[in-house]
C-alpha cells in the first residue's frame, strides 16, 4: 500500500533551515513521513517507532539553554501508529532502558520548535548504557563538529535484527530495536563525507562509538533505506562503500 504522507506545516523558526536532508531524505520503506522545522521523520505503525529521522545540525541551532522533556504522543499521528507515555510506565524499572531521542534534543536547544523532538514519535526505547554512554557522546561528537562551523547532516533510526522483548506496560503491539543506526554527513561545494555507525541495544556504557563505524552501504543493506537518494551514482562508491568519511572530524583516531 502507498505510504499515506502528511506534511505538518510547523512555524519556521529564523534559526533554522528548512531543509532537513542532504540529497534527498531516505526512501525504501514504507511510512508516514511528518515533516517539520528542525526534522522529517518516518513513522512505522508497525512497530510504533520511527524507521527513520532526518535533522539539519547548524552552528545556530545548538547551545540553547537546558530544555525540559515533557513527553507527548505525536499529534499529527493515529493513537493506533504510535505510543504514548503511560506505554513507558516501569519501563526503566524492568528492562533499564530509558526515552531515547533519535533526534537529539541538545542540537536543537536554541530553537522555537524543541518541543516536538519530545513527541514520542521522536524516541525509542534504549538501554541506558546506551543511551548515556557511545550513543550520547556520539551526539556530543557531531556538536564538536558543528562548532568548527561546519553544517551537519544527520539520518539516524532504529534496526529489528534480534527479538529485545517489549515495554512492561504498553497496551499497543509494538517491538524493541536490537540496535540503532546514525550516518552523518556533510557536503560543502558538492562535496559530500559520510561516516556511518550501528550501535547495539546492549552496547556496554564504557564501548567507543568510534570502534562501531561502518559503511553508509553496510547501514542501507541493513535497513532497507537509500539514505541519499539523489547523490550521483559516480559518486556512490566514494561516499558509501568507505570508512573513515567523517570518522577524525567526529574525535575518531585516524
Not at 528542525?38 to 527513520?52: G, P, V
Not at 539553554?65 to 513507558?88: F, I, V
Not at 554512554?133 to 561546519?150: D, F, H, I, Y
Amino acid at each position: 500500500m502507498k505510504a499515506l504522507i502528511f506534511t505538518v506545516l510547523a512555524s519556521l523558526s529564523p534559526l533554522v533551515s528548512a531543509a532537513n536532508c542532504v540529497l534527498g531524505c531516505p526512501t525504501g520503506i514504507d511510512g508516514t513521513t511528518l515533516t517539520r522545522s528542525i526534522y522529517t521523520l518516518n513513522n512505522n505503525a508497525q512497530t510504533k517507532f520511527a524507521n527513520w529521522v532526518a535533522y539539519h545540525v547548524t552552528p545556530q541551532t545548538i547551545d540553547g539553554p537546558s530544555r525540559s522533556r515533557y513527553w507527548k504522543a505525536d499529534p499529527d499521528l493515529p493513537d493506533s501508529a504510535t505510543l504514548e507515555p503511560d506505554d513507558y510506565t516501569d519501563a526503566h524499572a524492568v528492562l533499564g532502558t530509558d526515552r531515547g531521542h533519535q533526534v537529539p534534543l541538545a542540537s536543537f536547544s536554541n530553537t522555537n520548535d524543541w518541543r516536538e523532538l519530545n513527541y514520542l514519535s521522536n524516541i525509542t526505547p534504549q538501554d541506558s548504557d546506551l543511551n548515556q554512554g557511545p550513543w550520547v557522546r556520539l551526539e556530543s561528537a557531531v556538536r564538536n563538529l558543528v562548532r568548527t562551523g561546519q553544517d551537519v547532516f544527520v539520518v539516524s533510526g532504529p534496526l529489528f535484527e534480534s527479538y529485545f522483548g517489549a515495554l512492561p506496560r504498553a497496551d499497543e503491539s509494538h517491538n524493541l530495536p536490537s540496535g540503532f543506526f546514525k550516518v552523518v554527513m556533510t557536503s560543502n561545494n558538492g562535496w559530500i563525507e559520510a561516516s556511518a555507525y550501528v550501535l547495539n541495544q546492549n552496547a556496554a556504557r564504557s564501548d567507543d562509538y568510534c570502534a562501531t563505524e561502518v559503511t553508509v552501504d553496510e547501514v542501507e543493506l541493513r535497513t532497507g533505506l537509500n539514505i541519499m537518494p539523489q547523490l550521483a551514482s559516480y559518486k556512490e562508491q566514494a561516499v558509501e562503500t568507505a570508512l573513515g568519511g567523517l570518522s577524525a572530524a567526529l574525535g575518531c583516531p585516524r
